[in-house]
T-cell receptor, first 113, second 114 residues
C-alpha cells in the first residue's frame, strides 16, 4: 500500500541554523500539507500546497518558513533560522484531488538546541 | 471560525470495557469529520471518517456517527483491548473550497489495562 514517507526521522540543530525537512507524498496525490505538533499539544496546520503554489498558510507559517516541490516526488519544508520554539514533530500529509482524507507520514522530530 | 472540542483525558479503562470519547465541533456548512489515532512513538493514522450528516464511520471495532443536530462525532468502541492504548484526535475539514486543511481537537489519551 502506498504511503507518505518523511526524512529524517529525527533532526537536531542549533538555534539560528537552517533545516530542510523532506517528504515524499503518495504519487497520485495532488494536495500536500505540513502540520506540526509541539510535544504534548495539539496538532497545528502550517501550510497547504497545490499546483505548485501555497493555497493557504497559518499564522505560524511566517517568513522563516518556506515550502517547495523541487521535482515530481519531493515536498520540502525549510526553516531558515530555527528558534527554540520550533522544536516539534512535523508531519507531512497528502490527499487525492476530490478526496476527503489526508494520509500522514511518520513525522520528523525537530529538536532545536 | 471552525473548531473542535474533545473530552479531556487521560482516560483509563480495563480491557473489554466500553469506550466513549466525546467530540463536538463548530463549523459553517457541512464539514467532513475524522478520527485519527497516534500510537506511542508513531505518526497519525486515519481511524475513520464521515463526510455527511448521519454517516457512520467504522474501523477496527470503532464507530462514530456524524450528528448535525448536536454537532457531534463521538468515538465509541464496545470492548477495548490493551492494544487500543493511544492518543485519539478528532478533526474536521471545512466544506468550503478545495484546501480542506484539518482542524484538530486537543487529543484524548487512552490507557487500557489488562
Amino acid at each position: 500500500e502506498p504511503e507518505v514517507t518523511q526524512t529524517p526521522s529525527h533532526q537536531v540543530t542549533q538555534m539560528g541554523q537552517e533545516v530542510i525537512l523532506r517528504c515524499v507524498p503518495i504519487s497520485n496525490h495532488l494536495y500536500f500539507y505540513w502540520y506540526r505538533q509541539i510535544l504534548g499539544q495539539k496538532v497545528e496546520f502550517l501550510v497547504s500546497f497545490y499546483n505548485n503554489e501555497i493555497s493557504e498558510k497559518s499564522e505560524i507559517f511566517d517568513d522563516q518558513f518556506s515550502v517547495e516541490r523541487p521535482d515530481g516526488s519531493n515536498f520540502t519544508l525549510k526553516i531558515r533560522s530555527t528558534k527554540l520554539e520550533d522544536s516539534a514533530m512535523y508531519f507531512c500529509a497528502s490527499r487525492l484531488a476530490g478526496g476527503h482524507e489526508q494520509y500522514f507520514g511518520p513525522g520528523t522530530r525537530l529538536t532545536v538546541t | 471560525g471552525n473548531s473542535v472540542t474533545q473530552m479531556e483525558g487521560p482516560v483509563t479503562l480495563s480491557e473489554e470495557a466500553f469506550l466513549t470519547i466525546n467530540c463536538t465541533y463548530t463549523a459553517t456548512g457541512y464539514p467532513s469529520l475524522f478520527w485519527y489515532v497516534q500510537y506511542p512513538g508513531e505518526g497519525l493514522q486515519l481511524l475513520l471518517k464521515a463526510t455527511k450528516a448521519d454517516d457512520k464511520g467504522s474501523n477496527k471495532g470503532f464507530e462514530a456517527t456524524y450528528r448535525k443536530e448536536t454537532t457531534s462525532f463521538h468515538l465509541e468502541k464496545g470492548s477495548v483491548q490493551v492494544s487500543d492504548s493511544a492518543v485519539y484526535f478528532c478533526a474536521l475539514s471545512a466544506a468550503d473550497g478545495n484546501n480542506r486543511k484539518l482542524i484538530w481537537g486537543l487529543g484524548t489519551s487512552l490507557a487500557v489495562n489488562p
